[in-house]
């Protein structure tokens, strides 16, 4: 496997002034103008429900030979920052391709510290309720295979690899009243922690960490949201609670949350906490 250089500009002409043995010239690809350009494309851009990629917003892009495999490094692109800057996206340095073809692969959001590339940690935050909480929460990861180094952008189709959970509050015939606007609601029993392959995005839960509650994001009175690890709940358990004022509603069930899915769930209030109920509705594929 050839491996990757990056050229500054000025580095890049130096580098052939230098090079007078041949035999130099045979593992270098020195471009004439074949920077790496990338479109990346949120999976909200193509329902107007959902959100866009947003200025500042940062994803790691690694590059291989098309018949090699993603490694943790020695790649022909390691882990590379780039960055949105509200119309492009652009890498911390210049990178090029190199000769032949290739596999590109792209995580959001971006971390510095990727230990390994088949298990690579990432956790939702237990408190969605803040807005960075629930994008931070949003794991996107996109791949193009097959790759020839262009002058033209390679757009990157990004897929949601959370679960994400969609709560909504009704008023059961003995409910008083409207929903509070201090109402509450948290996922509950659910691992927070997950590993990711970063060459194929599958998702699985952190089987070593511990189980937690996430407070939800607030969409209006009756409507909260919260993105979830991929997980089975095999055996009843706390799935659900609502909190309004000094009252607690807590609700029970079994349930499988999956990649890429949104769950709906509705839970019906009753002035007694007791006779609170819950319905686990359709299921929305590619969120």
């Known amino acids: 496997m050839k491996t990757t250089r990056f050229f500054m500009a000025i580095a890049a002409v130096m580098l052939l002034i230098a090079c007078n043995n041949e035999n130099d010239f045979e593992n270098v690809y020195v471009p004439d103008d074949g920077e790496i350009q990338l479109v990346m494309l949120h ?51 210049k990178v090029y391709w190199n000769t032949g073809v290739h596999n590109v692969y792209a995580f959001y959001p971006y971390s510095k510290f990727v230990n390994d590339v088949e298990n690579h940690n990432f956790a939702v935050s237990p408190d969605q309720s803040t807005y960075n909480g629930y994008t931070r929460s949003d794991f996107l990861w996109a791949s193009a295979n097959g790759v020839e180094g262009t002058d033209e952008p390679v757009t990157m189709h990004f897929s949601h690899k959370m679960s994400n959970v969609v709560v909504t509050l009704e008023k059961g015939e003995n409910f008083d009243g409207e929903v509070p ?106 969120w």
Not at 235 to 241: D, F, G, K, N, Q
């Open 43 to 93: 999976p909200g851009q193509t329902r107007a429900t959902e959100t866009s990629f947003e200025e500042n917003d940062s994803i790691g892009v690694y590059v291989t030979a098309a018949d090699a495999e993603l490694q943790l490094a020695g790649n022909e692109v390691n882990n590379e920052l780039f960055t949105y800057n509200g119309i492009s996206w652009t890498s911390k340095r």
């Open 181 to 286: 606007e201090d109402a509450e609601v948290y996922i509950l029993s659910t691992v927070n922690e997950s590993l990711v392959d970063l060459a194929t995005g599958d998702v699985c839960k952190n089987d070593y960490a511990p189980t937690t509650s996430i407070k939800c994001r607030k969409i209006d009175n009756t409507t909260f949201q919260a993105i979830v690890v991929p997980q089975s709940l095999t055996s009843r358990c706390p799935l659900v609670e609502v909190i309004i004022g000094n009252v607690s509603y807590l609700v029970e069930g079994k349930m499988s949350y999956r990649q890429g899915i949104r769950h709906n769930i509705t839970v019906t209030l009753d002035k007694n906490p007791e006779k609170i109920e819950i319905e686990i509705g359709g299921e929305i594929t590619g």
